[in-house]
């Protein structure tokens, strides 16, 4: 059974850094694109970031673009998100999640897996 699971989440102050990790289990992780998503309280969830299966294609939302940079490590069956220079806004429970398929493609359908979230607080 596929699954995948969020962990680096926590309390930061403004301006500080967290490394997320979505550990898969259940599949072969290289086949599979990974996105990572976002809901704020009182808020839509998000997509924020999405790396290929194969590494070479990455992409982010303006909000983030420069700040975070989305990783993966195959052969730890792993992705991660680096996330710089944090601000309040970036408060939310991050989730990893998969379409099943190789690209990304859009952030609004078709993602099928999805992990239990890590909460991440920006506050001073």
């Known amino acids: 059974q596929l699954q995948l699971v969020e962990s680096g989440g926590g309390l930061v102050q403004p301006g500080g850094s967290l490394r997320l990790s979505c550990a898969a289990s259940?599949?072969?992780?290289?086949?599979?694109?990974i996105g990572w998503f976002r809901q704020a309280p009182g808020k839509e969830r998000e997509g924020i970031s999405c790396?290929?299966?194969?590494?070479?294609?990455?992409k982010y939302i303006d909000s983030v673009k420069g700040r975070f940079t989305i990783s993966r490590d195959n052969a730890k069956k792993s992705v991660y998100l680096q996330m710089n220079s944090l601000k309040p806004e970036d408060t939310a429970v991050y989730y990893c999640?998969?379409?099943?398929?190789?690209?990304?493609?859009?952030?609004?359908?078709?993602?099928?897996?999805w992990g239990q979230g890590t909460q991440v607080t920006v506050s001073s």
């Open positions: 999640a998969s379409r099943g398929l190789r690209i990304c493609g859009s952030y609004s359908e078709g993602w099928r897996y």
């Open positions: 259940g599949f072969t992780l290289e086949d599979y694109g």
């Open positions: 790396i290929s299966s194969s590494g070479a294609t990455t």
